[in-house]
């Protein structure tokens, strides 16, 4: 049976009820940072599932307990999280995943036998991007991703 991981980022003090919802069938919940509001941490704790963060450059003082960067395992894959893809380095060489946000748009690629996904931004539209976030469905090493765009 495939694990549902919910990836999100750049939520800028916005969790639209569309995110909850999809959030609370996940079980795993990612996001690669700038909450901007220590009120949306709290509310992605308490959804369920297990909860992954880093720190975004608009985490200010409230974010202490966030790192820059995190690895973890999911299944048979080994995940890096930053926010802004330039601060991955050579940690990228270890994953087999890398989740970034901060740049507000939609970016999924392999490179080097890597994905690399920034699920762009999930809480207010900037730069003339959509608001999007992706939904992963992950089965030992194999797994499928969802876009989902919200208007």
Not at 6 to 27: A, M, Y
Request: hydrophobic share 40%.
């Amino acid at each position: 049976m495939a694990v549902k991981v919910g990836i999100i980022s750049d939520t800028h003090g916005l969790l639209r009820p569309e995110v909850i919802g999809t959030l609370k069938n996940c079980d795993y919940i990612l996001h690669a940072g700038d909450f901007a509001d220590e009120h949306i941490l709290d509310q992605l704790r308490f959804l369920g599932g297990k909860f992954y963060a880093v720190r975004g450059n608009n985490d200010y003082y409230w974010a202490n307990e966030l790192q820059y960067s995190l690895r973890f395992r999911i299944e048979e894959l080994e995940f890096l999280m930053v926010h802004d893809r330039y601060d991955a380095g050579r940690q990228a060489a270890q994953a087999d995943v890398i989740i970034y946000g901060h740049t507000h748009r939609y970016a999924e690629e392999v490179a080097d036998g890597r994905l690399w996904l920034n699920p762009g931004s999930c809480g207010r539209a900037r730069f003339g991007g959509d608001v999007s976030f992706a939904v992963m469905e992950i089965s030992g090493r194999e797994y499928t991703i969802q876009k989902v765009l919200l208007s």
